[in-house]
């Protein structure tokens, strides 16, 4: 079954977790906003320039350059792979560029099949995110309450120090979860909408919520 989705959630989620499990299930491939962009980059096609160009200049890379590495790769992906089917993560980020993605794939004769909003409780996503601590020397992740360091608080691979990067400290955690709720709300609302919307309760185990996932889809 070729999948099209679009995977949404609050930094914290798990949806990029969750994106890669429906990726093996499926075989609908996970396709990574960032990911996308550097491979456009070291690819040096025109929009990779254009996307370089103001990453360089520390702006945001626009709309239309965005959507249109979007559109490169699921061209190519069709053509790789056939089925069209495709597992979208940190695209759309707004209801633009929701439109824009609509509006291509219309273009091709198709339209989503769902997009899967994984919700998690404000006070998890702090516990979960604020509790994260990196090895310096291998980089290595730990967590204080999930995934304890050895008992000496070192690297439990290389003996490295650990420590919390600043944008995991609750005040930068909070703030992070405060853009994301403005910025998609308008989002969220477009594809409920449009009926495409499926809210997937993101609090729990990996594979309790890959069941909820897989309901949401059913
Ligand atoms: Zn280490």
């Known amino acids: 079954m070729a999948l099209r989705l679009v995977m949404l959630g609050p930094p914290g989620a798990g949806k990029g977790t969750q994106a890669r499990r429906l990726q093996e299930e499926y075989g609908s491939p996970q396709i990574s906003t960032g990911d996308m962009l550097r491979d456009a980059v070291e690819a040096d096609t025109e929009l ?3 996307a370089a160009h103001a990453m360089q200049n520390g702006g945001l890379v626009s709309d239309d350059v965005v959507i249109g590495i979007v559109a490169e790769r699921l061209r190519e992906l069709k053509r ?3 089925d069209g089917g495709f597992i979208l993560d940190g695209f759309p980020r707004t209801a633009a ?7 291509l794939l219309a273009g091709r004769g198709e339209q989503l099949d769902a997009v ?8 998890r996503l702090i516990e979960r ?3 994260r601590l990196v090895c310096r020397q291998c980089g290595a992740m730990y ?6 360091p050895p008992p000496d608080g070192r690297c439990g691979r290389c003996g490295g120090r650990l420590y919390q990067r600043e944008d995991d400290r609750e005040i930068s955690v909070s703030h992070r979860l405060e853009v994301y709720a403005r910025e998609t ?5 477009y594809y409920r ?5 499926r809210e997937v309760d993101g609090d729990g185990a990996r594979d309790e919520v890959l069941g909820r996932i897989r309901t949401g889809l059913a």
């Open 116 to 123: 899967i909003a994984i919700t998690v409780p404000r006070e």
């Open 185 to 189: 709300a308008p989002l969220i609302d």
């Open 129 to 131: 995110l604020a509790g």
């Open 143 to 148: 967590h204080k309450k999930f995934d304890p």
């Open 48 to 50: 990779g320039r254009q």
């Open 193 to 197: 909408q449009a009926g495409v919307l």
């Open 97 to 103: 560029q929701a439109k824009a993605l609509d509006t």
């Open 80 to 82: 790789v792979k056939g």
